[in-house]
Antibody, heavy 122, light 112 residues
Framework: EVQLVQSAAVVKKPGESLRISCKGSGYSFTGYWIGWVRQMPGKGLEWMGIIYPGDSDTTYSPSFQGQVTISADMSISTAYLQWSSLKASDSAKYYC???????????????WGEGTLVTVSS | DIVMTQSPEFLAVSLGERATINCKSSQSVLYSSNNKNYLAWYQQKPGQPPKLLIYWASTRESGVPDRFSGSGSGTDFTLTISSLQAEDVAVYHCQQYYSSITFGQGTRLEIK
């Protein structure tokens, strides 16, 4: 069974750094892209970027380029999303999701994690 | 960026009736070399992550009930639930993957 297990909810202060994680199991982690999707409270889904853990090839949405860093450690089947300096507007639920390996990785999301709720508040 | 616009924003349908959700892309998502439409549909129930229903505009994901179907081509697409069940109450999202990735704003489906 494909599983993506995300790190627990977190509360941070503005200006702090953060890294959240997504551990894949039940499939070949290096053979599929992993994407990150933001969902702000009561809002729709926003694609942030994708990474191919096999070679760390990464593509960012223009809206999130320079705002976050996506990485992966294939030795522990884990992808990461990190911020160097959080803002209150980063408060949202963040999902990781798997993408089938077609072309450049821009495909559909066939399996999702449960999401990590990030709250940024002073 | 390709902008995806869903309609309606809210939809209320009686149990057993047909529900129809529309998704329009700002440019065609039909790739002429393989004649495939680069569009997916998701269902998101309250407090849950999205769940893939449909990809390639009309291919149902394994395990998805056959009351869910996708249709359309080019810029206009439809998700149809042929006979609404109580468990279908959710927000439905469309997504294009023709050029980068973008989602529609979502359609909330409720029971009338």
């Amino acid at each position: 069974e494909v599983q993506l297990v995300q790190s627990a909810a977190v509360v941070k202060k503005p200006g702090e750094s953060l890294r959240i994680s997504c551990k894949g199991s039940g499939y070949s982690f290096t053979g599929y892209w992993i994407g990150w999707v933001r969902q702000m409270p009561g809002k729709g889904l926003e694609w942030m970027g994708i990474i191919y853990p096999g070679d760390s090839d990464t593509t960012y949405s223009p809206s999130f380029q320079g705002q976050v860093t996506i990485s992966a450690d294939m030795s522990i089947s884990t992808a990461y999303l990190q911020w160097s300096s959080l803002k209150a507007s980063d408060s949202a639920k963040y999902y990781c999701a798997r993408l089938p390996p077609y072309g450049s990785g821009h495909t559909w999301f066939d399996s999702w994690g449960e999401g990590t709720l990030v709250t940024v508040s002073s | 960026d390709i902008v995806m616009t869903q309609s309606p924003e809210f939809l209320a349908v009686s149990l057993g009736e047909r529900a129809t959700i529309n998704c329009k892309s700002s440019q065609s998502v039909l790739y002429s070399s393989n004649n495939k439409n680069y569009l997916a549909w998701y269902q998101q129930k309250p407090g849950q992550p999205p769940k893939l229903l449909i990809y390639w505009a009309s291919t149902r994901e394994s395990g998805v009930p056959d009351r869910f179907s996708g249709s359309g081509s080019g810029t206009d697409f439809t998700l149809t639930i042929s006979s609404l069940q109580a468990e279908d109450v959710a927000v439905y999202h469309c997504q294009q993957y023709y050029s980068s990735i973008t989602f529609g704003q979502g359609t909330r489906l409720e029971i009338k």
